[in-house]
């Protein structure tokens, strides 16, 4: 049997539509903070039961947040400066072999 259940595929959109109607029966039922508070605890539960190297998963996604210190801040203008003028000495290199 082939697993039906990837992103784009029909089954996969049943399922993310039951899911959301299943979310607006629990904000009509039971309130909308309620509704969170037991969608953020099925999250936590789903991680801890998922994620084999939480320690390693945690400290990636710290990483991709907050920067290590020793990484370089780059200037952006300064970037795009230093960009052009390669440019333009490249443009102009190469007008000077083509003209000789």
């Known amino acids: 049997m082939k697993n039906n259940m990837k992103m784009g595929t029909p089954a996969m959109g049943i399922a993310i539509g039951l899911g959301m109607v299943g979310v607006a ?12 508070l037991l969608i953020v605890l099925f999250a ?8 084999e190297n939480k320690q390693e998963f945690v400290k990636n996604a ?6 290590a210190k020793e990484a370089k801040v780059i200037d ?4 795009i400066a230093r960009d052009q003028t390669e440019t333009v000495s490249q443009t102009e290199g190469n007008n000077n072999e083509d003209g000789e």
């Open 62 to 67: 710290a990483n991709r947040i907050i920067p």
């Open 44 to 51: 936590i539960g789903y991680f801890v039961g998922t994620v």
């Open 25 to 36: 029966v629990l904000i009509m039922l039971i309130g909308f903070w309620k509704a969170l």
């Open 76 to 79: 952006i203008k300064s970037e």
